[in-house]
Structures are given as structure tokens and as C-alpha cells.
């Protein structure tokens, strides 16, 4: 329902994946400031605010996302800032391939991790491509697509799709001139449902999982709110940010 929302509003911000973890600590962080105003895009809803609009979707469900992403990007016509945050992602099944993994979730986690943020990005620049405003769209990266982490290969995969997509997307924004700035951010290692799922792993199938056990046990998860905060900072500053891989480590 877009009833208490602003059409007229100053900066825009549209996250995916905005009802927990990462990306809801982006939403609440962003909603301190009146200016802006925030779309959330995921399958539930759990932020009450005025500037607050949920857009229901499903990524694992292509044909529906496709249908529906003209509700997503409306005309905002008065923003002087447009940002697409691609944040909502799955880990998918831990497990080696070749062991018992079915074929199905290749498609899922690819499917949420990879296609639907590059059919929002492709969206998200096609019809703002003549909108005067500021753009910039944060692809939500990980280290795991950086190196191989056993257990975790189509999730590997999908994080290094994600920066390549974003390299290769900021190489064409610069060709055109258009100015819109594409980054690959890697969040850190923060304390959300996606960790307690990495804990939950049988050893056999993810060799890692007392490391992250311990980053528990010792305290060494950065919390989302933290986490929310540096990359909201990061997003007042993107003009100090020239590289398109960037970390929350060295934020
Ligand atoms: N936590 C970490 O340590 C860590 C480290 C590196 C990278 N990351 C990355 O950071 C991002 C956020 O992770 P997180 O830890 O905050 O995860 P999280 O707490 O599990 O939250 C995931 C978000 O994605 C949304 N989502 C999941 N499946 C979806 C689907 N089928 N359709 C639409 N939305 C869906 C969820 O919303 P609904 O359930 O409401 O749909 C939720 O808001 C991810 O891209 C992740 O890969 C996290």
C-alpha cells in the first residue's frame, strides 16, 4: 500500500530483503532522516513507519518478480537521490556437490542471489536512465565470492556473479557517461538468521563451521545495527568511494 507514502520525496531508497538482518538495519538507519524514504522489497514486512513502503515479492518466483517490478520503481519524479541496495540473499543448502545435493537449488539460490538483483538493477537503470537524480546501486556482496568456501559452492558462486555483474556494469555506466555509480559491498561476518543457519551445519559437509561457532561463542559477529549504520554512512559518501568492490571492514 503506497497510502502514507510520499511520492514527492527527496532520497530513495529501494532495499531488497529490508524485514530482518542487514538490510532491515539499513531501512531503520536510513528512516532516521526524514528526507529519505524507503521501499522494501522482500516476501514479509516487520517496519511500521511513514516513510516506509513494502513492496511484497518473491525472488524465487521469476515470472511473479517480472510482473510486478513496475510497483517497485515508480516515477519518484521530485528525488534527488535514487538508490537500489540488491541486499536480500540466500545461502541455499550447505553440502559438497556430488553428495546428495538436489539439482533444484541450484536454481533457487541463483535465482535470488543473482537473477532477480540484475533484473533490478537492469530495471532500476532503464527507467531512471532519463531521471536527473543521483544513482547509485549497492550489489550486497560477500568475501565467499572472493575464495572457495567448502559447503558453501553455488553460494560462492552467486556472491562472484554479483561482483562481476557490478564490475562490469560500472564499466558501462563510465562508456555512457551516464554517472551512476555501481558498487559490490561485502557486508562482514554479522550476527543474522544467515549465521545461525551457518551454525546450525554438520561438519562433514562445511569444514569451516567451529570457526563460526566461535565467532559467536567469543563475540566477534558484528551486530546488524552496526553494520547498518557504516554502510548508511557509506551511502551519504559515496563520492569518496572510487573502487567497485568495497567492504564494511574498511568503512
Ligand atoms: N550475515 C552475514 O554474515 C553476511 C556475510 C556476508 C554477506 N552477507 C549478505 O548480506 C545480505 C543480507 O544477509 P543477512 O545476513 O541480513 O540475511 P537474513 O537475515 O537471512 O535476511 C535475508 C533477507 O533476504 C530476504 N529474502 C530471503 N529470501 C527471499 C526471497 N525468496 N524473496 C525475497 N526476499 C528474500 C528476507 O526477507 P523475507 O524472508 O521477508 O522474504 C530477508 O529480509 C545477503 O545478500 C547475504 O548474502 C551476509
Known amino acids: 500500500m503506497i497510502s502514507n507514502f510520499n511520492l514527492n520525496a527527496v532520497d530513495i531508497y529501494i532495499i531488497t530483503g529490508a524485514s530482518k538482518g542487514i538490510g532491515k538495519a539499513i531501512a531503520e538507519e536510513l528512516l532516521k532522516d526524514g528526507n ?13 513507519h511513514p516513510n516506509y513502503r513494502h513492496q511484497p515479492m518473491d525472488f524465487s518466483d521469476i515470472d511473479a518478480v517480472e510482473h510486478n517490478l513496475q510497483k517497485i520503481f515508480l516515477p519518484y519524479s521530485d528525488a534527488t537521490k535514487l538508490v537500489l541496495i540488491n541486499n536480500a540473499g540466500v545461502l541455499g543448502d550447505i553440502g559438497y556437490i556430488g553428495e546428495g545435493m538436489p539439482n533444484e537449488r541450484f536454481e533457487f539460490v541463483f535465482d535470488v542471489n543473482v537473477v532477480v538483483p540484475a533484473m533490478l538493477m537492469n530495471t532500476f537503470l532503464q527507467v531512471y536512465s532519463n531521471h536527473p537524480a543521483q544513482k ?17 559452492a553455488s553460494y560462492c558462486a552467486s556472491k562472484a556473479a554479483i561482483d562481476m555483474l557490478s564490475l562490469t556494469v560500472q564499466k558501462e555506466q563510465e562508456m555512457r557517461g551516464t554517472g551512476t555509480k555501481i558498487y559490490a559491498l561485502s557486508p562482514g561476518v554479522v550476527d543474522t538468521a544467515m549465521q545461525e543457519n551457518i551454525r546450525e551445519a554438520d561438519a562433514g559437509r562445511f569444514s569451516a563451521v567451529d570457526k563460526f561457532r566461535d565467532y559467536k561463542a567469543n563475540g566477534e559477529l558484528a551486530s546488524p545495527e552496526e553494520v547498518g549504520r557504516k554502510i548508511v554512512n557509506f551511502l551519504y559518501n559515496t563520492n569518496k568511494y572510487k573502487e567497485v568492490i568495497v567492504s564494511v571492514r574498511d568503512m
Not at 529519505?36 to 514486512?45: A, D, F, H, L, Y
Not at 547509485?136 to 558453501?152: I, T
Request: hydrophobic share 35%; aromatic share 6%.
Open 136 to 152: 547509485v546501486v549497492v550489489n550486497v556482496s560477500s568475501g565467499a565470492g572472493k575464495y572457495p568456501v567448502d559447503g558453501w
Open 36 to 48: 529519505n524514504q524507503v521501499v522494501g522489497v522482500q516476501r514479509t514486512s516487520s517496519i511500521k
